[in-house]
Nanobody, 123 residues
Framework: QVQLVESGGGLVQPGGSLRLSCAASGLSFSSYAISWYRQAPGKERELVARVTSVTSTGSSTNYVDSVKGRFTISRDNAKNMVYLQMNSLKPEDTAVYYC?????????????WGQGTHVTVSS
């Protein structure tokens, strides 16, 4: 059974930092791309950051423009963990943050979501 469990959310003041964690189990972790999404109240879920699966040349990352230079996604394949380091947080970063694992294998898409962790940026 695949499980993704997020943690690390909370209340932080503007300009502060948080590190979110996503613990994965029940899947071939290094074969999956892992993404962080967020959903603010009344808004659609949006992709924040993504790290690709591991290949012979390593993995790559990409970010939505609004978090570039402030957020960093990383993966620890030995621990089946993905992290989202969030710095210089802004009130507009307030949302529920979800991690997602996905891969395409023999033409079939596989994806799994975590339950989310709340991030509130407020003074």
């Amino acid at each position: 059974q695949v499980q993704l469990v997020e943690s690390g959310g909370g209340l932080v003041q503007p300009g502060g930092s948080l590190r979110l964690s996503c613990a994965a189990s029940g899947l071939s972790f290094s074969s999956y791309a892992i993404s962080w999404y967020r959903q603010a109240p009344g808004k659609e879920r949006e992709l924040v950051a993504r790290v690709t699966s591991v290949t012979s040349t390593g993995s790559s990352t990409n970010y939505v423009d609004s978090v570039k230079g402030r957020f960093t996604i990383s993966r620890d394949n030995a621990k089946n963990m993905v992290y989202l380091q969030m710095n210089s947080l802004k009130p507009e970063d307030t949302a529920v943050y979800y991690c997602k694992a996905d891969r395409t294998y023999w033409g079939t898409d596989y994806y799994y979501w975590g339950q989310g962790t709340h991030v509130t940026v407020s003074s």
